[in-house]
């Protein structure tokens, strides 16, 4: 295996991965890091926990200048990723002369401003607030010569694709370009002819490497309009360890916390509503002991957890890929997870579609829900339990059943980085601050 000190880096450089005990590159930074000191531009197909990060950031420390301006921006779907990427960044440029930004929805802006005009050479940041910032003229990238797309499909999944285009269209044309995503989609590809010169391909593993030999397979059918009896009996009968579940809105995921709770549960949430202090003590009571976090798909990509054994689809994915995020969150680092899915009738076509897409057998369990069908199901936000915060419709009540009302497709709705997505041709002025 090579090490880093062959690939010709700067001393200071190497002293920070030694001290993080970085010795040996992983497959992807292996393959990437000397075509992007070459000045390639990249896709590369890599899922989360192969080493990504380095292998963009790596090139860009090496290469960085003192020239005052932003250099590099490296954009991200979420919040915690965007923590994420910062750490590391961080860490990795510790004997060297940058101080990498992050800037994120759901933050004090005026914080970041001030960080930003302490000036830096390295911006990290979610759609919606590098833009915000952008608009207010505080980031300006007119100086950019690496441009990075992490997680491209969880960004397109989550309806960034007008702000990752109206950002490239603010960089210079002479710069190199690097994209990071788990699938490549025709989506992406279309993307990447339009901003990308003569790009490197790398597929680093295999797209549908997550879901094969290390997580069992299930779904179950509802038995009735409501979803809950279902997830109940699953919990009872089958006593998941630490668990993900997913619902398709926010006032889904608070109603199904609420509904935790209520049965005695340990569980946490979280979703685009929340403050980041919010989800990050959800995250921190998840690591720590809470046995379920409800959540909408934000936290499908990006979460550093290894401990996770089970993944619960509450609604099911809305496309095979968003079944593959979610899924990656259990059997890491090895280990071997469980997903369910509870579907009603009409949703069976979408079982047999991540079934033929990703090649996988799905088994179908049955389930005893009769015990559960006459649980009152009417929850009201921000009461009830232990609160976690972050109960944001004015105590507004809501009848759970287990649909997907309140962020239906083409309506305004508050996803990834905490900011409002519109539908096409309505979309208002871009000054807010969230």
């Known amino acids: 295996m090579t090490k880093f000190d062959a690939f010709n880096i700067r001393s200071e450089l190497l002293d920070a991965l030694s001290e993080m005990n970085f010795i040996e590159p992983t497959e992807v930074q292996e393959k990437a890091i ?8 990249l896709i590369v197909r890599s899922k989360t926990g192969t080493g990504k990060t380095g292998a963009f950031l790596i090139p860009i420390l ?3 200048s003192n020239e005052k301006g932003i250099q590099s921006i490296i954009v991200v779907p979420t919040r915690e990723l965007a923590i994420q990427v910062l750490k590391v ?28 005009r302490k000036g830096t050479g390295m911006v990290i940041g979610t759609p919606g607030r590098l833009i ?20 491209a499909d969880i960004m397109l999944d ?14 210079p044309e002479k710069k190199q370009s690097m994209l990071f995503s788990a699938t490549v989609s025709e989506k992406i590809v279309s993307l990447t002819k339009r901003f990308m010169k003569k790009p490197e391909f790398l597929k680093i593993g295999q797209e549908k490497e997550v879901t094969v030999d290390t997580i069992f397979h299930m779904y179950t059918f509802s038995n009735g309009a409501s979803k809950v009896p279902a997830l109940l009996a699953y919990l009872k009968e089958y006593q998941p360890g630490k668990c993900i579940i997913f619902s398709e ?11 935790l709770v209520s049965q005695g549960y340990e569980a946490v949430v979280i979703h685009g509503d929340l403050t980041q202090a919010q989800r990050e003590k959800s995250l921190m009571e998840f690591r720590s002991g809470a046995q379920f976090l409800v959540a909408t798909n934000v936290a499908a990509r990006g979460l550093d957890i290894d ?7 509450f609604d099911a994915p809305s496309e095979p890929e968003i079944y593959v995020h979610r899924v990656g969150r259990s059997a890491r680092m090895g280990k071997s997870g469980t997903a369910l899915t509870i579907i009603s009738s009409e949703e069976f076509g979408s079982i047999k579609d991540i079934e033929k897409k990703l090649r996988i057998r799905m088994s179908r369990i049955e389930l005893d829900q009769e015990p559960f069908f006459e649980m009152k199901l009417s929850f009201s936000y921000g009461r009830g339990g232990r609160s976690n915060g972050g109960r944001s419709n004015g105590g507004r009540p809501q009848n759970f059943h287990g649909n997907r009302s309140g962020n239906q497709r083409g309506g305004s709705q508050r996803q990834g980085d905490g900011r409002f997505r519109y539908p096409r041709n309505s979309r208002p002025s871009r000054n807010r601050d969230f």
Do not use: C, W
Not at 34 to 39: F, I, Q, R, T, V
Not at 90 to 106: A, C, D, F, Q, W
Not at 158 to 171: A, M, Q, R, T, Y
Not at 307 to 313: A, R, T, Y
């Open 34 to 41: 000397p075509l992007a000191l070459d000045g390639k531009d």
């Open 62 to 64: 090496q290469n960085a």
């Open 89 to 116: 960044a961080e860490k990795m440029s510790s004997h060297l002369n940058t101080r990498p930004v992050v800037v994120y929805g759901g933050a004090s802006i005026e914080t970041q401003i001030r960080n930003l």
């Open 132 to 151: 915000d910032l952008m608009e207010r003229g505080e980031i300006n990238l007119s100086k950019i010569k690496y441009l990075v797309l992490d997680e």
């Open 158 to 171: 989550l309806g960034f694709i007008e702000d990752i285009e109206f950002i490239i269209s603010k960089v």
């Open 249 to 259: 809105t926010k006032r889904g995921t608070d109603a199904l916390y609420n509904m």
């Open 307 to 313: 401990d996770i054994s089970d993944i619960i689809n």
